[in-house]
């Protein structure tokens, strides 16, 4: 029996019911999960060995195993408001460190999505608070792609295509990580891979950036790899 605390003036009752509906959940999950596959749990608790490592946002409606129709064990996600590679964020590159270079995931996938609304308050200008801050990571995408963002009109499509390119720059800053490099350079197979999911469709579209070696890195980001293969 769960045992819940409340302030008098909360709405205990509803609250309390909200709450109790995720443990429901789970032993229906689990009574289902063990009449299909009574070695499911036993087999899953060996340990994980996924292929790929899903950087995603943070939007409850975009649930990486859920879409992609995979199970517990198939993907290593990580999540941020909108699934940004920020290269000072110690979480997602410990995540992304792990991923490669202990899991070995073959393919690492930002997925961002339509309608995301990260993106949408850094097309903006009203203060939100401290994930102005984070946001304006985002900013700095629209000022790299500001002719082409201020040539389209709608502005709907606009929001849409600043999702794009948001992804496609955050692809760019996966490649710029030591972690990829280095990946690459020890003869690792590692794809980096842009997706944007539609919540209109439920479908995942592929935006056709995927980057398996060094050869598409600026310059100025390579790193000079000799010394530490030797």
Request: hydrophobic content about 40%; some cysteine.
């Amino acid at each position: 029996m769960l045992r819940t605390f409340f302030h008098s003036g909360f709405k205990s009752e509803k609250m309390i019911r909200s709450y109790k509906k995720l443990f429901d959940n789970n032993e229906k999950w689990v009574s289902d999960t063990n009449k299909n596959n009574p070695d499911f749990f036993n087999s899953l608790a060996q340990g994980q060995s996924p292929e790929f490592l899903w950087i995603g946002c943070s939007d409850s409606r975009v649930p990486a195993n859920e879409l992609t129709g995979t199970a517990p064990g198939d993907i290593f996600v990580t999540r941020n408001i909108a699934n940004m590679v920020v290269h000072t964020d110690m979480s997602m590159l410990s995540v992304l460190d792990y991923s490669i270079n202990v899991l070995g995931v073959k393919h690492v996938m930002v997925v961002g999505h339509y309608g995301c609304g990260g993106v949408k308050a850094a097309m903006g200008t009203k203060q939100v608070g401290l994930i102005d801050n984070w946001l304006r990571n985002i900013k700095d995408v629209y000022r790299l792609h500001e002719t082409e963002l201020n040539a389209i009109e709608n502005e709907s499509d606009r929001f849409n295509r600043l999702v794009e390119l948001n992804i496609k720059e955050q692809v760019f800053n996966l490649t710029k990580t030591s972690i990829v490099q280095n990946a690459w350079a020890n003869g690792q197979s590692l794809l980096v891979h842009g997706l944007v999911y539609d919540v209109h469709t439920g479908l995942l579209k592929d935006l056709n950036i995927s980057i398996g070696d060094i050869s598409k890195v600026e310059s100025v980001y390579k790193f000079d790899l000799q010394h530490s293969l030797q």
